[in-house]
């Protein structure tokens, strides 16, 4: 029997609806919004709006670059938790209602969940168990996988998240939003060796960016000087533009350089702690081409087996809530139409 599914993903500022039919993604529309730009980061308000706006051209896009139509659809899936509430309730309740209206089931899916499940998209496929490095704005996490609906985080941020760590140092450079895929940018021509940043010492297999974060923050202050506040260090806003333009490229390959050591050094320790080899990277951060190379050069150094979703499939999109929804489905794993999303719900 065939499983035809939509899924709807409106965590934050991206509408996006997909396809899903027996496991193969037909289409993934995604909307994104141009609104928050002028504001240097997403407004809650606004993206909600948007959302409302956006919902019924992209899922009408899905269904025909899909070419069918709502009556062939066995189940309706969307992104249940965390994100921002009122991005969150506009997916949810569009959701609901079609649901409602088709007399179909409804599936709710955790949105990190499903960035683990987006490399089951498309092969090749890592085979179970493995691991998978979760990377994104407001989570960073090492996380075992069994199966499908049985995953374990043995790792996470204890304070901050890489993806914010790359957000705040593009702020601080005075890059628009969104800064992250512009360190990206310009960190391919600079040189990640020239300026050192200290690694976090957290035991165990937990990371932690604040006192990184802390220490770029008085790096540019003090122009490059010194990585801690000391008033005679402090440069003047002249000296301090003045450094940033003239060593951008190598700011950037340096702390991009930085925060995929960081992230790397703990999942080393987790495949030796643990004995997989089959290694994953997930999350919006995953799009960073300095993580995407480093991960497929240390597998190969390591023996690795190393698995990495299409870029398409890596920032927030509505086909990893249809492959999630899949194997959710085959497990009878419904929600009820009194389901209400949850902005931080935990799913470990």
């Given at each position: 029997m065939s499983i035809c599914i939509l899924a709807i993903e409106s965590s934050c500022d991206e509408t996006s609806a997909a396809l899903c039919l027996d496991g193969k993604i037909c289409s993934n529309i995604i909307a994104s919004q141009q609104v928050h730009e002028k504001y240097g980061g997403v407004v809650p308000e606004l993206a909600g709006r948007a959302h409302i706006e956006n919902i019924v051209p992209v899922v009408e896009l899905a269904l025909a670059e899909a070419k069918t139509t709502p009556r062939h659809l066995d189940t309706i899936a969307f992104t249940h938790s965390p994100g921002l509430i009122g991005s969150l309730l506009v997916g949810a309740q569009f959701a609901k209602s079609l649901a409602l209206a088709l007399q179909k089931p409804l599936i709710a899916v955790h949105h990190m969940q499903a960035h683990v499940l987006a490399n089951l998209i498309q092969d090749p496929k890592p085979a179970f168990p493995f691991l998978c490095l979760t990377v994104s704005g407001g989570h960073t996490q090492n996380i075992f996988c069994k199966s499908p609906l049985n995953m374990k985080v043995i790792g996470e941020t204890i304070d901050d998240a890489a993806g914010e760590a790359f957000d705040k140092t593009a702020k601080l450079l005075g890059l628009p939003?969104?800064?992250?895929?512009?360190?990206?940018?310009?960190?391919?021509?600079?040189?990640p060796l020239r300026f050192a940043f200290p690694e976090p010492q957290i035991p165990g297999l937990n990371f932690s960016f604040s006192g990184f974060k802390t220490s770029i923050l008085y790096f540019l202050k003090n122009a490059g000087k010194s990585l801690v506040y000391k008033e005679k260090f402090t440069a003047?806003?002249?000296?301090?533009?003045?450094?940033?333009?003239?060593?951008?490229?190598?700011?950037?390959?340096?702390?991009?350089?930085?925060?995929?050591t960081?992230?790397?050094?703990?999942?080393k320790k987790a495949v030796k702690e643990t004995g997989i080899n089959q290694v994953c990277l997930a999350g919006g951060v995953s799009a960073n081409s300095g993580l995407r190379?480093?991960?497929?050069?240390?597998?190969?150094?390591?023996?690795?087996?190393?698995?990495?979703?299409?870029?398409e499939y890596c920032t927030d999109n509505a086909a990893m809530i249809a492959i999630a929804a899949y194997y959710k489905y085959q497990a009878a794993e419904f929600a009820s139409l009194d389901v209400v999303p949850n902005a931080k719900a935990s799913w470990h």
């Open positions: 939003y969104p800064g992250g895929p512009l360190i990206d940018k310009y960190a391919a021509t600079g040189n003047t806003t002249e000296e301090k533009e003045k450094f940033i333009a003239e060593n951008l490229a190598d700011i950037c390959a340096s702390v991009q350089h930085s925060i995929v960081i992230l790397l050094n703990k999942l190379k480093a991960l497929t050069d240390t597998g190969a150094q390591n023996g690795w087996q190393t698995f990495i979703p299409a870029f």
